[in-house]
Nanobody
Framework: VQLQASGGGSVQAGGSLRLSCAAS????????MGWFRQVPGKERELVAA???????DYADSVKGRFTISRDNAKNTVYLQMTMLKPEDTAVYYC?????????????????WGQGTLVTVSS
């Protein structure tokens, strides 16, 4: 599956952004999806994940602020980000898992989109 992420940008602290990730290919519906983020000098970290059936999991740092969702009819996964903080600044990547269940680890994902930059200013 090929992934195309969009929706990044610059926002002030407390603001909101919605990232989108459009997938091509017939296997999207059966695959778990995830959003990761990375800042220079640090490892890529999981932000949120969603199973093929809609179960979700989140990093502790974003719980209550971010929401991952998917629209299988549109082959698209979303990340709604609210109450953004400067520490949310990163390049965000969407990824497709090999599995249908929620996938929490980097090595479970085998398809990656290009990153989209989110910058949160204080």
């Amino acid at each position: 599956v090929q992934l195309q992420a969009s929706g990044g940008g610059s926002v002030q602290a407390g603001g909101s952004l919605r990232l989108s990730c459009a997938a091509s290919g017939r296997t999207f519906n059966g695959r778990a999806m995830g959003w990761f983020r990375q800042v220079p000098g640090k490892e890529r970290e999981l932000v949120a994940a969603i199973s093929s059936g809609g179960s979700t999991d989140y990093a502790d740092s974003v719980k209550g602020r971010f929401t991952i969702s998917r629209d299988n009819a549109k082959n698209t996964v979303y990340l709604q980000m609210t109450m953004l903080k400067p520490e949310d600044t990163a390049v965000y990547y969407c990824a497709a898992s090999r599995w249908s269940s929620v996938s929490l680890y980097y090595y479970e994902y085998d398809s990656w989109g290009q990153g989209t930059l989110v910058t949160v200013s204080s």
